[in-house]
């Protein structure tokens, strides 16, 4: 008995301390309370589902290496690759019922809910290994830095899985908690996640009709402008137009500014347009992009002016690929 009581030891010892239970802090005390006050959970099922929760190190890791981190000419090729083309086409094709009757209720291409979700996920086959309420509880008790918005994402989460009847344990998504093939995170499907098929059931996970419309009714309530372009590439004469790139993605410039500044620009464009001149490392060289409120909007599905980029030119592809077929 004392032999393998030392062996269970050693190997505990041995082991790294990736996953740990939620420690009894003021935070998660506080949490509990929050939610048995204002949403009328039962304190002792919460406490009870809480015992089987697991705060990962995995998950604390990812955290700290984001795709963003990357050069556009190193995240453009995460991205834009045969598999990921060839998959949007063939995940078109498998739901173009879907995608047509969509497009034409919230004016949102079918392209670009195509691309969004073959990012996301590579149309589904990629929706995350963690289970939510551990990458949500991790974050939100185990990760300062950004503990208050994963706290609410974890409140909003418990919502959710009562309101569509859900077991909390059972769903999985990514390191960050979002979720199903669109990669939601709770706050997101609780707002914008739609009954395609009016079961009752508004199923992000298994039910590609579900994420498709879900994906354009947050488009259509982050201001997607119907029928409008999204983003050209440009060039420019001398240095001027340097003082256009400033930080951030929201428009904060007009075509005739950019003109002045000797940017080159489609003339389909007119001069009060609302415009956002970015810049893109080549690694040898740099690529030139206006962005308009389209662009703008893609960005409010993740605040990156790579991952817009990225969800652009592939829907631009896929849809090149699919007339082709």
């Known amino acids: 008995m004392k032999l393998k009581l030392t ?14 239970e939620i420690a009894n802090t003021d935070t998660f005390n506080a949490f509990i309370g929050k939610m048995v006050s204002q949403h009328h959970f039962n304190e002792t099922e919460l406490r009870q589902l809480f015992k089987a ?15 963003e981190a990357k050069p556009w000419f190193q995240y453009r090729d995460i991205f834009m690759t045969e598999a990921r083309i060839d998959g949007g086409v063939q995940f078109w094709q498998n739901n173009q019922a879907a995608l047509k009757a969509v497009e034409q209720q919230y004016g949102v291409p079918a392209a670009i809910i195509v691309a969004i979700i073959g990012v996301e996920t590579k149309y589904g086959a990629n929706t ?20 208050d918005f994963f706290l609410k994402e974890l409140e909003q989460y418990l919502l959710l899985t ?14 960050a ?31 590609p009709g579900d994420a498709i419309a879900s994906v354009a009714n947050y488009f259509q309530h982050n201001l997607w402008r119907r029928g409008e372009p999204i983003a050209f590439q440009v060039s420019a004469l001398g240095n001027g137009y340097k003082t256009a790139l400033v930080k951030g993605v929201k428009p904060d410039t007009t075509v005739a500014q950019l003109k002045r500044l000797g940017v ?11 415009a956002k001149l ?26 990156s002016p790579l991952y817009a980029m990225a969800v652009f030119q592939l829907s631009q592809a896929i849809a090149e690929r699919k007339k082709a077929h």
């Open 7 to 20: 062996l269970w030891l050693a190997l505990l010892l041995a082991a790294p301390m990736a996953i740990a």
């Open 53 to 67: 929760v697991e705060i990962q190190q995995p998950i604390l890791d990812a955290m700290s290496k984001p795709a």
């Open 128 to 147: 995350g290994k963690y289970r939510v309420i551990d990458a949500l509880s991790t974050l939100g008790f185990a990760y300062p830095k950004r503990s």
């Open 162 to 175: 009562r309101s569509e009847h859900l077991d909390p344990l059972q769903l999985t998504g990514s390191y």
């Open 177 to 207: 908690g979002a979720m199903g093939f669109p990669q939601f995170m709770p706050s997101s499907f609780m707002s914008y996640a739609a009954d395609f098929d009016r079961d009752q059931h508004r199923d992000i996970w298994k039910n």
């Open 264 to 274: 080159r620009l489609p003339k389909s464009l007119h001069d009060k347009q609302a």
């Open 278 to 303: 970015l810049s893109y490392d080549m690694g040898d060289s740099e690529q030139l992009w206006v962005g308009l409120d389209n662009f703008y909007a893609i960005t409010r599905y993740n605040h």
